[in-house]
């Protein structure tokens, strides 16, 4: 039967000794790394959906607190772009608190801000009415990073905002704060307002979310097709101009680039998750790294896959047996479409060769283990695809929809191949998946390609030297307002 269960640091199935190794193994990370295993950027930066869950936090948080008393070696740091930011007070807005992509990189945001001496304060608009493990565990991180946390709601809220340098609103469904909370001093605020822009869908496009678009300093989006989308949806839908608006590619952090520069980890990693999917180390694994949801196409992943499997059957290829892997299931939630999936993987007979993986922060794993990344988003794509980066630098090629930002980081025949959306890219993602298969070397001068693309344009330093070009426009033009409305 296909695996149910995502990889957990300790499970009981292990050996005594290789737990002892993966422990070890850990503990030779830096504290950082091993904290970014379990508290990483989401598997995409598009979808305020995306899954990921604290799967393995609870059993491995004995090994962050050993691994906290460990001191980093002192190395000579390149100063960072962001360092005009210090004593600045920079105010962020998050429509939720939770581990998808949205709130994930304000956070990433909110740790860059902090570690140049930046006054951080956080707000998140909906929260839930109890406070459950997420929400506490990411607070508790931000606490212990200096980044307060404040309510989005009252005087407090509108004083921070007030006299906030800087106010940053993650995603178009933030825009109804504004109204909500500052009623009558949102004109006071908005000149000083960067909108971090994440979404591609259709249903974002609500002038209650967007009215006051036009009117604040600058809009953030992390790729071109994307700012293209919103241009033209906005003008021709909702008869409103974008504000000036900057595209900023996102990259890698140095956590995982970290691990994904370590052979050791990455051996130990590899065999340590295949082991747990039951899968050898010369089968060949194609995995799809993403909340499961018809958006992210992993029901023409699946018909692909199993095209590709008939082509090699008809053709007598000799080759190591093929396995998907699908990490981003959710059984409880029990939704038709996974259903869909899992039934038709029984349909199919193929049972043995599909294996889903719980939701999970913990991606760097399966990236280790895994031979090349599938990135199916379907209709507009991704706007960005952060998972895609990652799996660039753990040395994968990438077989990717050709829509949305994902063309702006895979060069297709060079670093991966590109497949239509839709039905019509069901056969062509299938001779990808076996041309892949078959040309050992082709993949491998692929993944070396991709890595090398990375270490271009994909980093952390490229995005925090993106992002300070765009934060010292906004505060330039915010200072500009300010002193015209003093005049």
Sequence with gaps: MAKHTAVGWGHHHYHHLQNRW????????SVSTVIAFFMRSAFDSCDRTVSAAVDGIGSSRHVIQVA??????????????????????VLLVSHELSLSGGPLLLMELAFLLRSVGAEVYWMTIMKPSETDEVTYS?????????????????????????????????????????????????????????????????????????????????????????????????????????????????????ELMQVAEDTVAKRVLREHVRESLGVLNEDLLFALINSVSRGKGQDLFLRSFYEALQLIKEKKMQIPPLHAVIVGSDMSAQTKFEMELRDYVVLKKIQDRVHFVNKTLTVAPYLAAIDVLVQNSQARGECFGRITIEAMAFQLPVLGTSAGGTTEIVVNGTTGLLHPVGKPGVTPLAKNIVKLATHVERRLTMGKRGYERVKERFLEQHMAERIARVLKEVLRKSKNKSSRHIG
């Design 22 to 29: 993966l422990l070890a193994l850990l503990l030779m990370l």
């Design 68 to 89: 906290e008393k460990r001191t980093a070696p002192i190395a000579a740091v390149k100063p960072s772009p962001l360092s005009f930011m210090k004593s600045k007070v």
């Design 138 to 254: 990411l607070e508790h991180k931000m606490l212990g990073r200096g980044v307060q946390v404040v309510s989005a709601k009252g005087k407090e809220a509108l004083d921070t905002a007030l006299r906030a340098d800087l106010v940053v609103l993650n995603t178009a469904v933030a825009g109804k704060w504004l109204d909500v909370v500052l009623k009558g001093d949102v004109h006071r605020v908005l000149p000083k307002v960067l909108w971090w822009i994440h979404e591609m869908r259709g249903h974002y496009f609500k002038l209650d979310y967007v009215k006051h678009l036009p009117f604040v300093a600058g809009a953030m989006i992390d790729s071109h097709v994307t700012t293209e989308y919103w241009k033209n949806r906005t003008q021709e839908r909702l008869k409103i101009k974008m504000p000036d608006t900057y595209v900023v590619h996102l990259g890698n952090s140095k």
